[in-house]
């Protein structure tokens, strides 16, 4: 593998999704806790009328420390002869998040007709990548994953004018969905990001529609605690979805709740409980539907709990100079 791979460690994982986030701002954490995951709590003065007045760090379960003796990336790579493969998978990912993030990659350079053609026909990567187009153009009205994104983007006060076509946004995480379904998990983060994407956005332009708010904010929520549900058998995947433990979801709830008095600040809360549950509920029975029909796992270990050990140290070792 190239020297250069080395820049696609969890570190960089984050810097990718800012890309994404570009317009949207901070990262936020996974505030769901998993079976497989140990939590801590800590107390957040900054959300104290937000959705949830803690904050959860997710930890990864600790193996019996096998790696920690390794000097070099071939000793470390012979104590896991398996973890290989999965390492080379995980780079493969991240090799093609680079490249289409910046507008150099296969999907992103492919005729724009050849791109819808592939997302129609179910394939993931096309899926995603047109998708995520079809929400960045509703949204601001300029398509990220172009070669011509550099170039052609609008101006920062026409994207601030820019129209919200929730349309053509609830068209493109149709796609995400599917891609999410059929096993890409940079798919669940991107849905996840979208409705913050779409709260600052109804932010900017003074909306004050309580009810769409709130129903942005559930779906969030249920979306982190499905990403639990759904990887409670990996938790590598577990701890990458939990990057960037800033929760701007908590701080728009709390703009949210800004002008309500107490009593009315429990009952929205509620409200949002109820709805959370009921979007994870759908999105769930949605999930189990779709991957046993296509005859995929329900609760998929695309990267086992030795990998997620075994990378703590291999990022180390077999990339010194970084």
Not at 33 to 53: A, H, M, R, Y
Request: glycine residues 4%.
């Amino acid at each position: 593998m190239k020297k250069g791979v080395a820049l696609l460690s969890l570190t960089i994982v984050i810097a990718l999704i800012c890309v994404y986030l570009w317009q949207a701002g901070k990262l936020r954490d996974l505030s769901s806790p998993s079976p497989l995951v140990n939590e801590t709590s800590v107390k957040s003065p900054q959300l104290e009328n937000g959705i949830s007045e803690i904050i959860t760090k997710i930890q990864t379960p600790q193996l019996a420390n096998k790696f920690a003796h390794a000097k070099t990336c071939v000793e470390i790579m012979e104590l896991c002869p398996s973890c290989q493969y999965q390492w080379d998978r995980f780079v493969e990912e991240m090799e093609l998040v680079a490249l289409e993030a910046a507008s150099s990659g296969p999907y992103s350079t492919m005729p724009k007709e050849n791109l819808i053609s592939l997302a129609h026909s179910n394939d993931t990567n096309g899926m995603f990548y047109h998708g995520s187009n079809l929400v960045w153009k509703g949204l601001s009205g300029f398509t990220i994953f172009r070669p011509d994104f550099f170039e052609n983007r609008p101006s920062n006060q026409q994207i601030k004018e820019h129209k919200l076509d929730l349309e053509l946004v609830k068209k493109g995480e149709n796609f995400i969905f599917q891609a999410a379904i059929k096993g890409k998990p940079m798919a669940w983060l991107e849905l996840r990001n979208i409705k913050i994407m779409i709260l600052r956005k109804l932010t900017k332009l003074g909306n004050d529609n309580k009810e769409q708010i709130r129903e942005l904010i559930a779906q969030h929520s249920s979306i982190s605690k499905l990403i639990s549900e759904i990887y409670k058998k990996d938790p590598f995947l577990l701890e990458l979805h939990s990057l960037g433990i800033i929760n701007e979801m908590d701080w728009l709830a709390k703009s949210h709740f800004k002008d309500m008095a107490p009593e009315e600040v429990q009952k929205e809360k509620e409200l949002i409980k109820a709805l959370s549950d009921d979007f994870y509920n759908k999105y769930l029975e949605k999930w189990i539907h779709e991957r046993n029909y296509n005859g995929e796992e329900i609760y998929p270990e695309q990267y086992n709990e030795e990998f997620a050990e075994f990378y703590k140290y291999a990022d180390k070792l077999c990339w010194p100079d970084y």
